[in-house]
């Protein structure tokens, strides 16, 4: 159940933004709310609600990745997707296609989120990465801190297992 919800969260922070742009840009109002507050509560939803997705992470399964053959980072592999959804809701004409637009986007998100990106975790100082085990097989591996440069020091412990391509690893109080 865990897990369903953490996978719903992500998707719908990272889908959001659909949303956000397309208030702003139609000038969505509230009676008793200025515009900036409004528009800045747009803005801080996905923020806010991945900060909450980090909080189920013991539920996950531990595991550990290491001796990595090959570890390249990812973070800015995902903006074009990100860049989309600007650009799509900066196109949609009225809100009843909005909603029909971003019910598609959400769905096919939710159903093909086999990686779990979400640009909102470059925010909090995790980065993406694509790792080769000595095995051969290739997961996709979010980890907070510093930017990992060379395989040889990729070794991730303390790992989350979210799903059996994906794993995350929280960051240190310390970094």
């Given amino acids: 159940m865990f ?7 992500l998707t719908y922070c990272a889908t959001f933004w659909l949303i956000a742009v397309y208030g702003i ?15 800045a509560g747009f803005l801080l939803v996905p923020v ?11 539920c996950f399964d ?17 903006l074009p997707v990100y860049l989309g959804y600007f650009f799509v809701a900066l196109s ?7 909603c029909f637009i971003f019910g598609i986007v959400f769905v096919f998100t939710f159903l093909a989120q086999t990686q779990y990106f979400n640009p909102i975790f470059l925010l909090f100082g995790y980065h993406f990465y694509h790792v ?17 440069r060379s395989a040889k020091d990729a070794g991730f ?7 059996n391509t994906t794993y995350i690893k929280r960051k240190d109080k310390r970094e």
């Fill in 62 to 78: 531990d595991d550990n990745i290491g001796n990595c053959v090959e570890c390249t980072l990812a973070d800015q592999e995902f």
């Fill in 92 to 98: 949609v004409g009225d809100d009843i296609t909005l």
């Fill in 48 to 58: 806010a609600l991945s900060l909450v997705s980090l909080a189920f992470l013991p």
């Fill in 25 to 39: 840009k139609s000038g969505w109002s509230v009676r008793a709310v200025p515009d900036v507050v409004l528009y």
């Fill in 157 to 163: 412990g303390n790992l989350k297992r979210i799903n």
């Fill in 132 to 148: 080769t085990t000595q095995k051969g097989t290739r997961v996709f591996v979010i980890a907070g801190g510093k930017v990992i």
């Fill in 3 to 9: 897990k369903l919800i953490f996978r719903f969260l």
